[in-house]
């Protein structure tokens, strides 16, 4: 238990409530570099709040972070994003009255040898960065109020990959995304995990899960249901560990599996 | 985009001009022709112009500030009241303090009133800051308060009675005849103004060639650059053709030695310092929420305060220097305001936090946060002082006059609102 983990990022019974509901109740996770993990599991389930903390986005939370095997304190986003953590918030999290270089950059911004924002250069640098995911895009000079709601994802995946990420966290991020652009973040995340970096990948859909993920978490109302290979199980099975809790003898069971009851069993039947 | 668009519209559209600014400059111009035309042509003299100026600069300077503050979604109700308490304290320095110290009428005695007067603003408008980022409280509460309590403070100071007369350099910073520089400094200051205008709009067109983004149309940009040279030498022409008082005009003689040829001696007042001192803030804080990384983060808390955290910004420590700066500000207003009068009273600044947050929305700073600019807010200062003195000339009564601003300010902020859903 006190053994330091080897992965790249770990969280041990990390735990935080809301007024007495326990969003993330006692989560361990491992998670490796040049590896695509799923986190999967119902509305509610907890999912973002793991995924906040990790981002510094929550101050009280209980448990520990490791990063590199090391035990680290991330209290605020800047923490996070020192230990290379980047994040594509669900909220997407722009500045709504920026434009798309503005948001990209913000809090890390590009400056002249004066101190001044060089938003010429945020702009070139927006325009590459944003070719790679959006072909079509060219509303640069726009507040990003006025993009449509993928063009706005795509601006907070492209902020997310702008700046060199050792470990990334997408919550959801192609729920807006036409079929051209999920493809292209299909093909985003492939290349950033043969570079080596880690991958936590929230969603929905399990065929995407399926498709691009390495191994699968579960949660149920705020704990971990299990842990599992994608190559080890079916949808079906994945499906039932996200609807019913149980867990596949192939999977790693998490404190949240159901101990199934015979009147369960009774109703699967 | 819009395929159909008219003339104009493509014309603004390639000049990238703001079509709110200038709507702004269009409503300023009917407002001055028009009184202009009711007063048998009064209010467009170098005389009525020169003192617009000066009466709008104390509101323009606060009225900076207030941008910043709505656009984080705050308010600041307590400007007025520092004004008045910080502009007694200022008065008490000057006139009690440093002549115990240094002895009366010093060199430096300005400056040190001055300074102190600054500072305290800092702290002040500082302290509410903390109240509001740190312990939650809401800004119109704190500030509310803050009305109350230093408007208290103020008449503390000298049990009510007013402080005058004030340090005699401390005085030009109100204007009137010695507070201007002159015809030649006038024109040297125009003389830079157009330099930078030109340079800065050649310097923009370099980069972005550089990273071969589109450019404006040459002649767009030869023709914003002729327009903004014409304006600022007129406005310089104007301010030197009001000459000084004949009064003044006879001490200055007397005092120099000079015998005055029987037409009379024409001193131009040019710019007041007051003004000089409100386009310098002007220019400054347009810089500060522009150019800077500190502006580029009070907007980004004023459009989502939960992305802007999540962005790494510190954005508690970023409200408290918004009300630092705008407590800075109101202490400056401060200083012109007693200077101008030449004396400190209690009551001094009062409702000015009303006439500038209208100055603010009237140049287009929303209330709901994220959206506002500098020069919006200056114009719309100006805008109110016009009304104000044009109704003035009319001999309209002060009532009416009330009622007209307030009619003014529900309608404009209802153009806006209409304006923003439209765009
Ligand atoms: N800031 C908060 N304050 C109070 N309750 C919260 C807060 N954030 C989350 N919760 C609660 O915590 C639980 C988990 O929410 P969370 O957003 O993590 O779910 P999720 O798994 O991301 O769901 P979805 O798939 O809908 O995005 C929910 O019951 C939610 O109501
Ligand atoms: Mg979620």
Redesign the pocket.
């Known amino acids: 238990m006190d053994q330091m983990p080897d992965a790249l990022v770990a969280m041990r019974d990390v735990a935080i409530s809301?007024?007495g509901?326990h969003?993330?109740d006692r989560v361990s996770i491992e998670l490796n570099g040049g590896e695509v993990t799923a986190l999967v599991?119902?509305?509610?389930?907890?999912?973002?709040?793991?995924?906040?903390i990790l981002s510094g986005a929550y101050q009280h939370y209980a448990g520990t972070i490791f990063v590199g095997g090391k035990e680290v304190a991330i209290g605020n986003p800047r923490d996070a994003k020192a230990y290379g953590i980047e994040t594509i918030h669900?909220s997407l999290a722009l500045a709504d009255n920026l434009d798309a270089a503005a948001n990209l950059f913000l809090g890390r911004e590009l400056r002249t040898r004066w101190g001044t924002l060089d938003d010429i250069a945020m702009e070139a640098e927006a325009r590459k960065v944003m070719r790679r995911l959006s072909p079509h895009f060219e509303r640069f000079k726009e507040p990003v109020k006025a993009l449509s709601g993928g063009q706005r994802q795509s601006v907070a995946i492209a902020r997310a990959i702008l700046f060199d990420a050792r470990f990334l966290i997408m919550?959801?991020p192609t729920a807006a995304l036409g079929p051209q652009e999920t493809a292209q973040v299909g093909e985003i995340i492939r290349q950033l995990k043969a570079d080596g970096i880690g991958i936590l990948l929230?969603s929905?859909d399990i065929h995407d899960v399926f498709d691009l993920a390495d191994r699968i978490c579960v949660?149920k109302n705020?704990r971990i249901v299990g842990t599992v290979r994608v190559a080890d199980v079916t949808k079906d099975e994945v499906l039932g560990m996200i609807i019913l809790g149980n867990c596949p003898p192939s999977a790693i069971p998490g404190p949240g599996a159901s101990v199934a009851t015979n009147e369960e069993r009774g109703r699967q039947r | 985009m819009v395929q159909s668009a008219s003339p104009t519209v493509r014309f603004l559209k390639a000049a990238e001009l703001d079509s709110r600014m200038l709507g702004m400059i269009g409503a300023l111009a009917m407002i001055w022709v028009g009184f202009h035309l009711l007063s048998g042509g009064l209010f467009l003299t170098p005389r009525n112009l020169w003192n617009l100026s000066v009466q709008s600069a104390s509101v323009a300077i606060m009225a900076t500030g207030m941008v910043l503050v709505i656009v984080t979604r705050n308010i600041d109700l307590s400007i007025g009241s520092m004004l008045g308490f910080i502009g007694m304290v200022m008065g008490a320095v000057q006139t009690d303090l440093v002549p115990k110290l240094l002895g009366f009428e010093h060199s430096a005695t300005w400056a040190v009133a001055l300074a102190i007067g600054l500072g305290l603003g800092i702290v002040l408008g500082g302290f509410q800051g903390l109240v509001v980022a740190y312990l939650g409280v809401p800004s119109f509460i704190v500030t509310l308060g803050g009305l109350l309590v230093w408007r208290g403070a103020a008449w503390w100071i000298t049990s009510g009675q007013t402080i005058a007369p004030l340090d005699a350099r401390f005085r030009l910073m109100g204007g009137g005849p010695e507070g201007s520089i002159g015809a030649g400094w006038s024109w040297a200051v125009g003389a830079l103004a157009c330099f930078a205008v030109i340079l800065l709009m050649a310097g923009g067109r370099v980069r972005r060639r550089k990273f071969r983004f589109p450019l404006r149309p040459l002649a767009a940009e030869i023709f914003l650059g002729a327009a903004a040279c014409t304006f600022i030498v007129a406005a310089i022409a104007v301010a030197n053709a009001y000459p000084w008082p004949i009064g003044s005009v006879r001490r200055f003689a007397e005092a120099n030695g000079i015998s005055l040829p029987p037409g009379g001696l024409f001193i131009a007042h040019g710019i007041a310092i007051p003004v000089l001192i409100a386009i310098g803030v002007g220019v400054v804080m347009t810089f500060v929420a522009t150019r800077n990384r500190f502006g580029r983060y009070v907007y980004a808390i004023g459009g989502n305060p939960e992305a802007a955290a999540l962005a790494g910004i510190n954005t508690r420590w970023v409200i408290v220097k918004v009300f630092m700066l705008m407590g800075f500000l109101a202490a400056l207003s401060g200083a012109i305001s007693i200077a101008r009068l030449n004396a400190a009273t209690n009551s001094e600044g009062t409702l000015a936090e009303l006439l500038v947050i209208a100055a603010a929305v009237i140049g287009g700073t929303s209330l709901a946060g994220g959206a506002g600019t500098i020069a919006g807010a200056m114009l719309g200062a100006v805008l109110m002082q016009s009304l104000q003195s044009g109704m003035v000339l009319l001999g309209v009564d002060t009532p009416l006059q009330s009622i007209v601003v307030g009619a003014v300010l529900v309608a404009a902020a209802w153009l806006d609102g209409t304006y923003r859903r439209r765009v």
């Open positions: 809301f007024g509901i969003a993330v599991g119902h509305n509610g389930a907890g999912k973002s709040t793991l995924v906040k669900q919550d959801e929230v929905h949660m705020g």
